[in-house]
């Protein structure tokens, strides 16, 4: 079955500097591939989405790219700040269905920004 | 304006118990979620709805019902509850683009 991996549970970074996060995938090949944010006790917030025929995507400080042939979306925050604290998730459109019928989401990151 | 809400955010009962969590969404959206984050925050997909039809059941007890009286409603009953049934349940919307909307959560604790 199709199985997404985000390989760090937690980064921990200094303030300013660029925060890279990773998310892997087997079995299966997205149309698309989402990234999002959940802070405690919050529901999961849309960051950005990007689509297979694409190879990066950015939104002010954040940047996305997703490579098919290595199965792997990498995540970029630029000028990281202790606002940006929060748990980053994964999520792609599930298989066997149509695309807007299944999102499936990885394990995510806990990024922290220390000042 | 809230765009896609659920009650109650807490929720605390007794295993046996029945229960029902509401979901609705102002998006005009055609499908519509139930999530399932347990302790250690994994996001887990429980059903799908699209214009009020089961779309996706991932394995999920019989015990757990969903319900789709018209596309900007779902809601979520539960039998019989037991003690792993405690999780934040997410309910999310989400329209052609993908992109998923989320309420707030429903913390339930079953003691």
């Known amino acids: 079955s199709q199985k997404i991996e985000q390989n760090s549970e937690a980064l921990n970074i200094q303030e300013g500097k660029t925060a890279t996060l990773t998310c892997n995938y087997t079995n299966y090949s997205p149309a698309y591939l989402q990234w999002y944010r959940q802070d405690p006790g919050r529901g999961p917030v849309f960051l950005l989405l990007i689509r297979e025929n694409e190879k990066e995507k950015r939104k002010e400080r954040l940047k996305v790219t997703f490579d098919t042939t290595l199965k792997q979306s990498l995540f970029h925050i630029t000028a990281s700040q202790p606002a940006d604290s929060a748990t980053y998730l994964c999520?792609?459109?599930?298989?066997?269905?149509?695309?807007?019928?299944?999102?499936?989401f990885g394990s995510g990151t806990r990024l922290s920004i220390r000042p | 304006d809230t765009a896609v809400s659920q009650t109650p955010k807490y929720l605390v009962t007794q295993m046996g118990n029945d229960k029902s969590i509401k979901c609705e969404q102002n998006?005009?959206?055609?499908?519509m979620y139930w999530y399932k984050q347990d302790s250690k925050k994994f996001l887990k997909i429980m059903f799908s709805?699209?214009?009020?039809?089961?779309?996706i059941n991932e394995t999920v007890p019989n015990r757990f019902s969903p319900k789709s009286p018209d596309k900007a409603h779902l809601n979520l009953h539960i039998n019989s509850l037991e003690l792993g049934d405690s999780a934040v349940y997410f309910c999310?919307?989400?329209?052609?683009?993908?992109?998923?909307?989320f309420g707030q959560g429903t913390r339930l604790t079953v003691v």
């Open positions: 999520a792609l459109d599930g298989p066997g269905y149509s695309s807007a019928s299944k999102i499936i």
């Open positions: 999310a919307s989400s329209q052609k683009t993908a992109e998923a909307f």
């Open positions: 709805y699209n214009n009020k039809e089961l779309i």
């Open positions: 998006l005009g959206h055609d499908t």
